[in-house]
């Protein structure tokens, strides 16, 4: 079975750049993560999806900062303008939504890098 | 509010012994789910096992197994026979019954095998 699909694995572009992330989560998985984890501050949950609606955004960033998830197979992420504190692995992950004990599985990650 | 604390920032051990990686946690709640990730070099996060606290018995994964402590909020995974696939950082990370995604984590410890 196909896991959590991200795209790219590794990103560098210049700050100031528009940057987009894209996750296809695994079939029939109705919750989607993403999360940026860096040495500091360790994972942290951005933004969580149930059927394709945003419930917590809480933890974006800043406005620069938007995700969106058109269909139960597609999301993105996208930050315009990047800046360098930017940097980190963001990892997308998908679960079944039926409750607690549903664990979350975790794409492979990208590494965007913003010089 | 929900912590997870891992008191070992690195450990280590001889391949084919026995490792024991600490987990604890705060809460006032009586029914929650706990969680060890493994995140090898590779990036992915593997979920390694969870438990569940209102069963008393310890999980286990073949050679995982967790050590739960209820009443000490105590969450510690045991590595047996560790092999050197099994270096990587681990992360705990809790789960309210109230919440069907929200994942609070712990800051991870990284588990070095020498062979």
């Known amino acids: 079975d196909a896991g959590v699909i991200q795209s790219p694995r590794h990103e560098v572009t210049e700050m100031g750049q528009e940057v987009t992330l894209r996750c296809k989560p695994i079939?029939?998985?109705?919750?989607l993560f993403w999360y940026r984890q860096t040495m500091m501050r360790g994972l942290e949950l951005l933004i969580y999806f149930n059927n394709n609606v945003p419930i917590d955004d809480s933890g974006m960033p800043e406005d620069r900062f938007s995700a969106k998830m058109p269909n139960a197979s597609f999301s993105t992420l996208k930050i315009q303008p990047s800046e360098p504190r930017d940097s980190a692995v963001y990892f997308c992950?998908?679960?079944?939504?039926?409750?607690?004990?549903?664990?979350?599985?975790f794409g492979d990650g990208t590494r965007l890098s913003i010089l | 509010a929900q912590t997870v604390t891992q008191s070992q920032p690195e450990m280590s051990v001889q391949e084919a012994e026995t490792v024991t990686l600490s987990c604890t946690y705060d809460t006032s709640e009586s029914d929650y789910y706990l969680f060890w990730y493994k995140q090898p070099p590779s990036r992915q996060m593997i979920l390694v096992i969870r438990?569940?606290?209102?069963k008393q018995q310890n999980a286990t994964e073949n050679r995982f197994s967790v050590n739960f402590q209820k009443a000490a909020k105590s969450f510690s995974l045991k590595i047996s026979d560790s092999q050197l696939g099994d270096a990587a950082m681990y992360f705990c990370?809790?789960?309210?019954?109230?919440?069907?995604?929200?994942?609070?984590w712990g800051a991870g410890t990284k588990l070095i095998i020498k062979p």
């Open positions: 990370a809790y789960r309210s019954m109230d919440s069907n995604y929200q994942l609070i």
């Open positions: 992950a998908s679960s079944l939504a039926r409750g607690p004990n549903q664990p979350q599985h």
């Open positions: 079939s029939g998985h109705n919750s």
């Open positions: 438990q569940e606290a209102y």
